[in-house]
């Protein structure tokens, strides 16, 4: 429609016609009769009024892209778009049967296809050449960042939890067994580094057990940093416990094919996926919250601009217990996230 409008408004620039407008009292003198001449501009007619319209055509075209609002994307990522980071070393090998002659250093299973951590000091393609087409895809170990972040307050009324309802499986740091351990029905570390409790994991945790959830938590993140092979293992796990929602309140912006893998396999068994938005004012929604298969949950009032509509919105910024059990005021799409999801576990499965 842009297109056709910028061509018919061309159109009538390059094929209007010359108007002389008389001065009142000023005599007039009659043109000489001229002789027609190919490829002349009078009239509109003409290689000049062609040349004019066509790019009067792509200027306008132009102009009213950058007017017409744009939609966030989903499913793949931008062209061009960089290469996101990543654990030095860490590659994830897809694959089936038996994977010999590497350094493994974790494995995890999905229904008949394994993946395997493996420590390589070459280049992903020097280690997908050496196993060539033993292997499905190879992929590094990636990096995401957690949407939340806390501010120390003091002075404001309590929180009464109540915990003992549905449970739902949240990927997030470690949390505060002290603080929140009658929310948590299982913890499961995924990390090679020992457990830690943190505030992000803490928070998200008191969330959902002051609205009557409580918590499957598989630490997949540490100092605001997640792993791909983590949140896969975890995926996996939350699937075997059974638990038919999962929080994912991180981002990436790039593609994680294993994780992209297991969301569309979990989602078919019925399985929801929750993720944030992300806090930048962006048109690109971060994966997982990119994945088709994947419930994205934006914050109230719309926050980020440009990424909020559309989507169920939930308080970003909330109150809630961190660390040795400080009340905290926390800020960000991760919790938008976790109080949506709550919200899904609390509700009877769809038949």
């Known amino acids: 429609m842009r297109w056709l409008l910028s061509l018919l408004v061309c159109f009538s620039f390059g094929f209007s016609q010359t108007v002389i407008v008389p001065i009142p009292g000023q005599r007039q003198e009659q043109p000489t009769p001229q002789p027609p001449q190919s490829g002349g501009g009078g009239g509109g007619t003409g290689v000049g009024a062609v040349l004019g319209t066509v790019l009067g055509t792509l200027i306008l075209s132009l102009i009213f892209s950058k007017m ?181 309140p991180f981002g990436m912006y790039g593609e994680d094919r294993l994780a992209s893998l297991i969301i569309s396999g979990i989602s078919k068994l019925g399985f929801l996926v929750v993720a944030p938005v992300g806090n930048e004012p962006s048109k690109v929604l971060p994966f997982p919250a990119r994945h088709p298969e994947v419930l994205k949950v934006a914050g109230d009032p719309c926050f980020p601009k440009g990424l909020c509509e559309g989507y169920p919105r939930e308080p970003y910024r909330v109150r809630a217990l961190g660390v040795g059990g400080v009340e905290r005021v926390f800020s960000g799409t991760s919790f938008s996230s976790a109080l949506h999801a709550v919200k899904l576990a609390l509700e009877p499965p769809k038949k």
């Open 68 to 248: 017409a609002p744009a939609k966030p994307t989903e499913g793949k990522a931008e062209k061009g778009q960089r290469m996101p980071a990543f654990v030095p070393f860490e590659f994830i090998v897809v694959h089936r049967g038996l994977l010999e002659g590497l350094e493994v250093i974790d494995r995890g299973v999905f229904e008949d296809i394994s993946f395997s951590l493996v420590r390589w000091e070459k280049s992903q393609r020097e280690l997908e050449e050496s196993l060539g087409d033993r292997v499905l895809f190879v992929q590094p170990n990636f990096l995401y960042e957690l949407f939340g972040e806390g501010y120390a307050q003091v002075g404001f009324e309590k929180l009464q939890p109540k915990g003992g309802g549905a449970s739902l499986c949240l990927l997030d740091t470690g949390a505060d067994q002290k603080a929140v351990g009658s929310f948590l029905l299982r913890v499961e570390n995924h990390l090679k580094s020992p457990y830690l409790p943190e505030d992000h994991g803490t928070a998200n945790a008191y969330l959902v057990g002051s609205r009557g959830g409580m918590v499957y938590l598989h630490r997949v993140c540490s100092e605001n940093r997640c792993t791909s092979f983590a949140f896969a293992k975890a995926l996996v796990e939350c699937v075997r416990d059974g638990v038919r929602v999962i929080n994912t």
